[in-house]
């Protein structure tokens, strides 16, 4: 369970440090401020990537096992 808390964590900071290289951090802004500005991108992300992925894994993970076995 760890790990996967872990590989979410990792995947929601890669998403905000991609989302913020891609052109909404700006220089005006301090760091708090900028990250601030991320939330609002925090839960589309949640919902369209992290719950099907999380999920989906799953449902991989189970048919893997019955094919293997």
């Given at each position: ?5 872990v ?24 760091l ?27 449902t ?10």
């Amino acid at each position: 369970m760890a790990r996967r808390l872990v590989t979410l964590g990792v995947a929601t900071f890669i998403f905000i440090l991609a989302e913020n290289m891609a052109g909404t951090l700006s220089t005006d802004y301090s760091l708090k401020q900028n990250a601030i500005a991320q939330l609002d991108l925090f839960g589309p992300f949640v919902i369209l990537y992290l719950l099907p992925a999380f999920f989906t894994s799953f449902t991989v993970a189970r048919a893997w096992r019955r094919w293997w076995a």
